[in-house]
């Protein structure tokens, strides 16, 4: 089976990027998070929404969260 040589060249141009990342002492890391656009992602989040609410500090919490200005951060 023959690979197309428009694949092929950008199969050769990733490579060298990534050799040249690896130059600068770089290395490659897959990283997993949640897919927020999934229901349970969503069912979670509403779960532990609701818990942080009713907590007995959550009045507390609020206030630390309120009390961060992410505008203000460079």
């Keep these: 089976m023959t690979v197309d040589p428009v694949r ?3 199969r050769a141009r990733v490579a060298e990027h990534r050799q040249r990342l ?4 770089l290395r490659p890391v897959q990283v997993w ?7 349970s992602f969503l069912k979670d989040a509403h779960q532990q ?3 942080a609410s009713t907590s007995p500090y959550a009045t507390e919490d609020q ?3 309120d009390s961060i200005n992410l505008m203000d951060t460079p």
């Design 63 to 65: 206030a630390f969260i």
């Design 33 to 39: 998070i949640p897919d927020t656009r999934s229901e």
């Design 22 to 25: 690896r130059l600068q002492g």
């Design 8 to 10: 092929k060249a950008a």
């Design 49 to 51: 929404s609701a818990a």
